[in-house]
């Protein structure tokens, strides 16, 4: 009995001593990379990390140094032929390994887009220690130059620009938070389109030491530009911020968003609206001789929030013609997006899988030639626009200024 | 030197010199002689243990009525007419037996009993005069409560049947008594409720008390060791407690206790892992917070076994588990230290499990003394000096509190070994070898019986019945049956149903006013 217990305990001591630890990682042996950028030079691959220091981030006790003076992360690059090996390559320069498991953002550089994403997602993908859900970004600079640039509110900035693009995405809808999972998607999809936010640095010199953080204002700072068009891969155009809305209405992305509008026929953009919910319907229809139209209705409700105009609101047919303003506004935003989409040939508002999933049959004789197709489909728009709420203060303050008024 | 007799001798001069030689020559055996006046001869013979004996009621039970006796009672009677006079009319004691072996007469004088004997006659009487000095009824040190009863049991036997027989007034609580061991002559009594205790368990402890076969019972341990269905596990599958209204609760349960003299802490079998995690109070106390505790207590018997081999493992193997700010503040903490996180945790739990046992051993007056060293010099100038991490300080703290919070101090102790093991496997394997042992262990948990009753019970095998009071405790009136297996099969009605209680429905004062 005590034999073989004895000699069960042996085995188990073993086990753990050759089978164990291999995959052990200390803290204090990891880089923890916030966010990483992806450029291309002469064929070769140019990474770039941004690595948090954590002994000049928390001022907890214990780490060696305090927090203030020290610059939180530091930013290299390494180059190689393929994505892994300039990774390796950081070995030869860094004494700590490179964790991409906490990594928040991704920037690619235009050059890098054009020549075609699918290396990095296939790194992404494939690696277990690097998340899918990253936030992928375009810049039409150097990636590099993103990530050294610091953020005086957020001192991680690679964390910094994630909570941005995720702010704006959530209460701005202007720009899209894109995840590595859902351009992979939407790339493999029927469209073969994706987009992609852009991130810029505005304004000059770089604020790349705290001491220049330290002040109240910066000289230049990180903010987010453009939408790019990606089609199959590879980047082809860019849309602005009002064909970006188009195509958030058009795929029923739309979550809170601030519309100015004009409440005359023609006239300065004086009020603004502030579009709570949101819901389109897209509906394929087939014409006679074979070409496609879509109908997009989109029902959008929300709050005045702002007018110049002296207004009665409390007449419904006033409000009804701020309503019709406001559909107006939204399609002509959406009309801008189909116009951009067509300009660039890419399908990027999603017809193709709409017309897929309604007409399967037919979609599978005109898939080869969609990219000649799609810029002469037909669109219907239909917008209507509801205002729940005109804010605690029914008239316009001018009208109160107005010597009739009270 | 001449055999040693086996009944007692016929002269009362030769039994007592047999006493003398069997005893030695110890200060505090009295022997007292009582002979007719003006005869030499003496007729009879007292002996007891001094520091046995109840003083008292030796001195005014037996020795004044044997004085007072007149002249011619000691000349008319024969020591057959004495020793019925002795027996029937003179001593004042209500516990008498009458012993003839001489094995009996010392066996009997140890246990505190005062002998009389007579000359020529051998019958010996055994008064019981048991006494002496002993600790009263206390507050139980080791399970105090808020609410409830304050008593504890002592190291005297009696007391402590007394204490359960005050209890459970019922005919039906059965007293068995056992000696056991071959030089301490230990009492051992087993307790249980006829028609309520399975009467095949109560057959099983008596069978293996019975084989027991050693010098010396001190305390309950060395019964639970001997009696338990399994030794190499870290699990006790007998429960102790201090409290009588505890055993008392577990007798009426269907549970058998097994009280030892010498020791308050009384054994209670069969038992199922989930009784570990129940406390007194928690009857006491109103329903929803006394399952609330219930739930806390089986959340801190998970994280004292588990928290250091967690942090061990998600530190070291997978930080991507962990928040973002979290793992940049734990990594800014690990910047200074010099041991993987293993090495500092084994660090940490053997300093604190160093900390404990002294705290246990060393005097009262010192305690303070400890405490501060320990919070002080451990705590904050291990850290400021860069030996550990602060969070590993709290880790650990928070585990040695988590184990103080289980009401049983065998299962914290179980809880506090297998904590060790698994911080070896999830300092080598990660969350994978944790879960592993945690595999382990729940399979080792399912084979474990308890006098022939499955150690998870109420769960595997399930019964949904008794749930009622296993990770929550229902109201008392919603609990009508009692744990099925342990107690006897037609015995598990405990009370009647339905005994919700409502208002009734009609409102007195405001009779009328309902339409």
């Known amino acids: 009995m005590t034999g073989k217990m004895v000699r069960i305990a042996l085995v188990l001591a073993l086990a753990i001593i050759t089978a164990g630890c291999w995959d052990r990682k200390e803290l204090n042996e990891l880089a923890i990379t916030s966010a990483t950028g992806f450029d291309v030079q002469d064929n070769q691959w140019i990474i770039s990390y941004q690595v948090i220091i954590p002994s000049s981030i928390s001022s907890g006790m214990g780490g060696a140094g305090s927090s203030s003076g020290h610059s939180p992360v530091t930013v290299y690059s390494t180059k190689g032929r393929t994505i892994r090996e300039a990774v390796a390559h950081s070995l030869l320069e860094s004494p700590r390994r490179l964790y991409f498991a906490h990594n928040r953002v991704m920037v690619v550089s235009e050059r890098a887009a054009k020549k075609g994403l699918s290396p990095i997602l ?9 998340r899918e859900t990253v936030n992928m970004l375009v810049t039409k600079g150097s990636p590099k130059r993103i990530l050294e640039q610091l953020m005086p509110s957020s001192r991680i900035s690679g964390q910094g620009i994630q909570e941005i693009i995720s702010l704006q995405s959530e209460n701005g809808s202007l720009l899209p938070a894109v995840k590595i999972y859902e351009y992979g998607s939407s790339i493999v999809g029927d469209a073969r389109s ?22 109240t204002s910066q000289p230049s700072k990180l903010r987010l530009g453009q939408l790019a068009i990606m089609k199959e891969d590879k980047l082809v155009g860019w849309l602005n911020h009002r064909e970006s809305l188009g195509v958030a209405f058009i795929t029923n992305k739309v979550n809170t968003v601030n519309i100015a509008f004009s409440c005359e026929e023609s006239g300065d953009k004086n009020s603004t609206f502030e579009l709570l919910r949101s819901k389109t319907k ?12 879509i109908s997009i209705a989109v029902d959008a409700y929300g709050t005045l929030e702002e007018t110049e105009c002296p207004l009665d609101l409390h007449k419904p047919e006033v409000i009804a013609g701020l309503e019709k303003q406001l559909a107006k506004e939204i399609e002509g935003s ?10 660039h040939k890419s399908d990027v508002l999603g017809f193709a899988s709409v017309i897929h999933r309604k007409f399967p049959k037919q979609w599978e004789a005109v898939k080869d030639e969609w990219d000649d197709l799609f810029p002469m489909v037909e669109m219907e728009t239909k917008v209507s626009v509801t205002i729940e709420r005109v804010g605690v203060s029914n008239k316009s303050f001018k009208e109160l200024e107005s010597p009739e008024g009270e | 030197m001449k055999k040693k007799p086996t009944r007692i001798p016929n002269t009362i001069q030769e039994t007592a010199s047999w006493i003398q030689d069997q005893l030695g020559a110890s200060p505090d055996i009295i022997l007292r002689a009582y002979s007719a006046e003006g005869a030499g001869a003496e007729r009879v013979v007292l002996v007891y243990i001094d520091s046995l004996v109840d003083n008292d009621t030796v001195n005014s039970k037996i020795v004044r009525p044997i004085q007072e006796l007149s002249e011619e009672a000691f000349e008319r009677f024969d020591e057959r007419g004495l020793y019925a006079l002795m027996k029937d009319r003179i001593l004042g004691v209500g516990s008498i037996a009458e012993i003839d072996t001489f094995d009996h007469v010392i066996q009997s004088l140890l246990e505190g009993n005062t002998i009389i004997l007579v000359d020529g006659y051998q019958t010996a009487l055994a008064a019981q005069t048991a006494g002496g000095d002993e600790r009263g009824v206390e507050e139980p040190t080791s399970q105090t409560v808020i609410r409830g009863p304050k008593e504890g049991f002592t190291e005297n036997i009696k007391t402590n049947m007394s204490l359960l027989r005050r209890r459970i007034k019922s005919p039906k609580l059965r007293f068995v ?3 056991i061991g071959e030089v301490t002559q230990t009492s051992v009594v087993i307790v249980y409720l006829d028609g309520i205790a399975n009467q095949k368990i109560v057959k099983e402890i008596t069978r293996r008390l019975s084989t027991i076969d050693t010098d010396s019972i001190l305390e309950s341990g060395y019964i ?9 596990t870290p699990f006790p599958t007998l429960q102790n407690s201090e409290r009588p209204d505890g055993i008392a609760a577990g007798i009426l349960e269907g549970q058998i206790a097994i009280i030892v003299d010498g020791t308050p802490f009384v054994l209670l079998a069969p038992v199922t892992f989930n009784r570990f995690f129940q406390s007194s109070e928690d009857y006491y106390q109103r329903f929803d917070i006394a399952s609330f505790l219930r739930l806390i207590r089986y959340g801190s018997f998970l994280a004292s076994m588990l928290l250091p081999s967690l942090y061990i493992a998600i530190t070291t193997f997978h930080q991507e588990m962990i928040p973002t700010t979290l793992l940049i503040s734990l990594a800014a903490q690990r910047e200074g230290t010099p041991f993987p996180a293993i090495v500092e945790a084994f660090i940490m739990e053997i300093t604190f499990e160093v900390l404990r046992e002294a705290g246990v ?10 405490s501060i060293v320990g919070a002080l010099v451990l705590g904050q100038a291990a850290v400021q000096a860069g030996l550990v991490s602060a969070a590993m300080v709290i880790v650990v703290s928070f585990t040695a509190i988590a184990n103080f919070v289980i009401p049983s101090m065998n299962m914290a102790a179980a809880s506090r070994l297998i904590r060790f093991g698994l911080m070896i496997l999830g300092g080598t394997f990660g969350l994978f070898g944790i879960m592993s042992g945690l595999m382990f262990m729940l399979i080792h948990m399912a084979g474990l019986r308890s006098f022939g009753i499955p150690y998870l019970l109420p769960v595997s095998p399930l019964s949904i019945n008794n749930l009622k009071d296993v990770f929550i405790r229902a109201p008392w009136w919603r609990m009508s049956k009692r744990p099925t297996l342990v107690s006897e099969p037609e015995a598990e009605t405990r009370q009647g149903k339905s005994q919700k209680p409502e208002p009734p429905n009609t409102d007195p004062a405001h009779e009328g006013d309902r339409g």
């Not at chain 1, 296939?122 to 690097?130: A, K, L």
């Not at chain 1, 959406?334 to 300009?343: D, K, P, V």
């Not at chain 2, 639970?224 to 190499?232: A, G, K, V």
């Open chain 1, 334 to 343: 959406i009309r801008a997006a189909l116009l951009a989409s067509r300009r």
């Open chain 2, 224 to 232: 639970e060791e001997f009696i338990q269905d399994r030794t190499y």
């Open chain 1, 282 to 293: 897209v509906e394929p229809k087939q014409g006679d001789g074979g070409g496609f139209t």
């Open chain 2, 177 to 179: 008594q056992q000696k």
């Open chain 1, 122 to 130: 296939d790194v992404y993908f494939r690696q277990p220690d690097s």
């Open chain 2, 361 to 370: 051993r060393m005097p009262r007056a010192i305690g303070s003394a400890i």
């Open chain 1, 194 to 215: 994706a987009l992609l936010p852009e991130i810029l640095v505005s304004g000059s010199p770089d604020v790349t030491t705290t001491e220049q953080t330290n002040k």
